[in-house]
Each structure stands twice: as C-alpha cells, then as structure tokens.
C-alpha cells in the first residue's frame, strides 16, 4: 500500500455470500495492523441472494471523508454472476486491482472484462474451495485469504486468526475448515 494514500475497495456480492462480513472483517485486520479503516455496507431489501455492495477505506492517515466509494482501486467480485451483471469496472482507476471469486483463468477474465493492461486481475476459486473445506458455498473466506495477497502489511496468518476468532462459537471443525479455506485463497489465487 502506497504510503499516505487512501485506498478504497468495493465489493460486489448477493446476501448470504458473506461480502459484508468480510469487508467488516477485512477494516478489523487492517485496524488492527495499525491502518485507519472505514467498512459499510449498501443494499435495499435485505434478502439472501439480492444483490449487495459493501465498501471499505484503509490509510495509514486518520480518513475524513465519509461518502460512498465511487473510485475504487480495489474490486472484489464475490458473486461470478456479477462479472457481467454489477458492471464491476464502473468508475474504476486504470490500475484497479479485480479479485473475483471463478474458476475462470485470470488472463481469460481480464479479456472479458475489458481491462487496461495496467488493470490486475487476482482470480481465485473461493466457490470450489468452501465446498471442498466446508460443504457449502461461503466464498468469504478465501477472499480474505486472497486479499491478503494485496494488503502485505497484514499476514494471511492475522486474516485467519482474526477470522478464526470471530467464529469461535462454532464447532472446532467448522473453524478449521474456514482458517484451511483462507490459508487455500492466499494459495490458489493467481495474478494477471
């Protein structure tokens, strides 16, 4: 992260996908690693599988303002349905970085969508990986997990800590499926 500058992500995803929840936990991470943080969500009715948007801001400087992002440097694409139907491109810088959760190559991904060649794409299976690990599709985690290839001040190891944490109420099991889960999306996400 360039020192001094704010960098804000948005992330695209339907209810229940767990968008919100990582981009809370996502500001908790980072706030915890000394950055100053802003996480919000945006959505109408809340309802599982309507279409959802949640926002984040990280500085290494107090943050003021307190609109929505509208130039996001960071993309994060929970729901591969959205790649076509959120326009995920809309307002972007020419250097965005796109993390999207498909099993599509990242090279294939970023033809598609029509980037810059300054533009990255991280393209990551969190689908396949939270069925794997956890039997159900809650592609969060391993986004956490990929995330942490962008944000390096902060170490895969604090995301499935803190992550890891949040969830102890649950079974054992269940916690170990998801701290697998995010250490895989650090592993399996490729950059183009």
Request: glycine share 8%; net charge positive; with cysteine.
């Amino acid at each position: 992260m360039e020192k001094g500058k704010t960098i804000e992500v948005r992330w695209h995803g339907r209810g229940g996908q767990g968008a919100k929840s990582a981009s809370a936990i996502l500001a908790e991470v980072l706030f915890e690693g000394g950055k100053h943080v802003q996480a919000f969500p945006e959505y109408g009715a809340e309802r599982q599988g309507a279409p959802m948007r949640a926002y984040n801001r990280v500085s290494d400087r107090p943050i003021r303002r307190r609109c929505g992002v509208q130039n996001p440097n960071i993309v994060v694409v929970v729901d591969p349905t959205m790649v076509e139907s959120a326009n995920p491109c809309e307002g972007c810088a020419k250097d965005a970085v796109y993390l999207v959760n498909t099993p599509e190559d990242a090279k294939t991904l970023r033809e598609r969508m029509h980037l810059s060649q300054r533009a990255k794409v991280l393209a990551v299976d969190a689908t396949k990986i939270t069925l794997e690990e956890l039997g159900q599709n809650r592609p969060n985690a391993p986004i956490l997990g990929a995330l942490s290839r962008i944000f390096t001040d902060v170490s895969v190891d604090n995301f499935a800590d803190h992550f890891t944490k949040k969830m102890k109420k649950l079974p054992q099991n269940v916690i170990d499926a998801n701290r697998r889960a995010i250490l895989r999306g650090r592993e399996e996400a490729v950059l183009a």
